[in-house]
Nanobody
Framework: VQLQASGGGYVQAGDSLRLSCVVS????????MAWFRQAPGKERELVAA????????RYGKSLEERFTITRDNSKNSVYLQMNSLKPEDTAVYYC????????????????????WGQGTQVTVSS
């Protein structure tokens, strides 16, 4: 399974970005999907996750106020809409996939995800 993330960039505080992740296989809807991020010197942390059915989502601490995860099974894609970006959002953002039951809530720890994309850099200046 190959994941290709895109959409990162250099923005000003308060701006928005939309990240995209395309999964190579037509079995995309077999996977719960997630976005994680890792800043220099810090551990990888959950940003958001979404179940196969898209009925269940999970967010990292306080991120639900500004970030929204969605998926389009017809396009084998998962998205992360990020609004009101802050300098502390600066990190490499990774998409990840995990085989999961249709109605099961997505996992929230990196160790539970078997497949990872290459990451896309998001830099927010103050």
């Amino acid at each position: 399974v190959q994941l290709q993330a895109s959409g990162g960039g250099y923005v000003q505080a308060g701006d928005s970005l939309r990240l995209s992740c395309v999964v190579s296989e037509n079995t995309f809807n077999y996977y719960a999907m997630a976005w994680f991020r890792q800043a220099p010197g810090k551990e990888r942390e959950l940003v958001a996750a979404i179940s196969r059915s898209a009925l269940a989502t999970r967010y990292g601490k306080s991120l639900e106020e500004r970030f929204t995860i969605t998926r389009d099974n017809s396009k084998n894609s998962v998205y992360l809409q990020m609004n009101s970006l802050k300098p502390e959002d600066t990190a490499v953002y990774y998409c990840a996939a995990q085989s999961r039951g249709w109605a099961v809530a997505p996992a929230t720890t990196a160790e539970e995800y078997a497949y990872w994309g290459q990451g896309t850099q998001v830099t927010v200046s103050s």
